[in-house]
């Protein structure tokens, strides 16, 4: 019986990770695919989305001194596990808000748990990939591209049935608040942390983690962007139905699965950097067609092709930061995930003033920048 168990515990972790990662895949996706009717029951103008999101920026950013207290001082499964209930009681809220106060609110409050959470998964997983010696980052982030995927389809789902966005994330957030206690329960406790770990203060990146930093800032400003107003687009210059608008959004974290399942034997057989150069210039062409684009179909494969390209930053940024430990990671991910959930104010605000395909279009143009750093980056290999 013992033999069993010992058999059997190993498989429950190594199941355990992935899903921490699908549950942020599916909530971020879920928020995403009803930003359109949210928007639209509070009848707000882009600058106005634009500051509710800038909420969620600043959320995150004044969130990382505690996600890196979190996890130095109880581990990455603890902490993920705060944040992930937290983060789920959040969800709701930004369906419930009644003006664009509430709203801002509520969505600076899931910036902050989101941030948390997302670091503490990210810090257990590169242990995981540092203890073991395998490149394993990309595939755990292609379980957060399950995640959004299916969270995309479901909302688009739930849109043409004519479900509520507080009905949906109820729903969404009672599922996914069982996951989260199988994976908190299936995971080994975290070892004792170091004397004194919980005391260091959190720090900025420089030098070469800054280079890491910008890359995975300015990453993030794409995926976050392309997440956020793909749907809007759709709807909005392309006059696709509340069902169709977000399929420009599952489409891309279709191809951002399909990146990231390669992306570990890929980086394998040519390394982390020339992947990143490859991929990034993809984007960039991607959201070239999907700005483009007249009809609806081919903006959604434009979006597709962007996701292939975009998939590889946070994995292989957080691989290379992850080698020099939980703090040099988090640092990383301060600037990584504020790009994440500030860049998509900025494009509201570009939006606004010169319109929605000029906003995209600044979104290629930092694909292009991300080539170019990643082709002068040190620490990728």
Not at 117 to 143: C, F, P
């Amino acid at each position: 019986m013992n033999t069993a168990l010992s058999v059997a515990r190993p498989a429950r972790w190594r199941a355990a990770a992935p899903v921490l990662f699908l549950l942020l895949g599916v909530v971020y996706a879920s928020w995403a695919s009803r930003i359109p009717a949210i928007r639209d029951l509070l009848h707000l103008r882009a600058a106005q989305f634009g500051l509710v999101l800038l909420s969620g920026g600043i959320g995150a950013v004044i969130s990382f001194p505690l996600a890196a207290w979190l996890v130095l001082r109880f581990g990455g499964r603890r902490a993920a596990a705060y944040a992930g209930v937290l983060l789920l009681l959040a969800l709701p809220c930004a369906a419930l808000a009644p003006s664009l106060a509430a709203l801002a609110l509520a969505v600076g409050a899931m910036g902050m748990f989101t941030s948390c959470y997302d670091v503490a998964i990210n810090v257990q997983a590169a242990e995981e990939e540092k203890n073991g010696g395998l490149s394993r980052m990309s595939t755990l982030h292609a379980w957060f591209c399950v995640g959004s995927f299916s969270g995309a389809l479901l909302g688009s789902a739930m849109a043409a049935l004519g479900w509520s966005p507080l009905l949906h994330f109820v729903m969404t957030a009672l599922l996914l608040a069982v996951l989260l206690r199988w994976s908190f329960l299936a995971l080994p406790a975290a070892a004792p942390a170091p004397q004194g770990a919980g005391s260091r203060r959190f720090a900025l990146p420089r030098g070469d983690l800054l280079a890491l930093g910008m890359i995975a800032f300015c990453g993030a400003i794409s995926e976050g962007s392309i997440a956020t107003w793909s749907g809007i687009y759709m709807k909005d210059r392309l006059l696709a139905s509340d069902g169709v608008a977000p399929l420009g959004y599952a489409a891309f974290s279709a191809m951002m699965l399909v990146s990231r399942l390669l992306g570990d034997r890929l980086k394998r057989h040519h390394g982390a950097r020339r992947m990143l150069v490859a991929s990034s210039l993809t984007a960039a062409c991607g959201l070239a067609i999907a700005v483009l684009a007249p009809v609806a179909v081919l903006a959604v494969a434009g979006f597709a092709l962007a996701g292939l390209g975009v998939a590889l930053v946070f994995p292989f940024i957080f691989s290379a930061a992850g080698r020099h430990g939980a703090a040099a990671l988090t640092a990383v991910a301060t600037m990584g995930y504020g790009g994440n959930l500030i860049g998509p104010p900025i494009v509201g605000f570009i939006a606004d003033g010169i319109g929605m395909q000029a906003a995209l279009g600044f979104v290629g143009a930092l694909s292009v920048a991300v080539a170019l750093a990643a082709s002068r980056a040190k620490w990728l290999v």
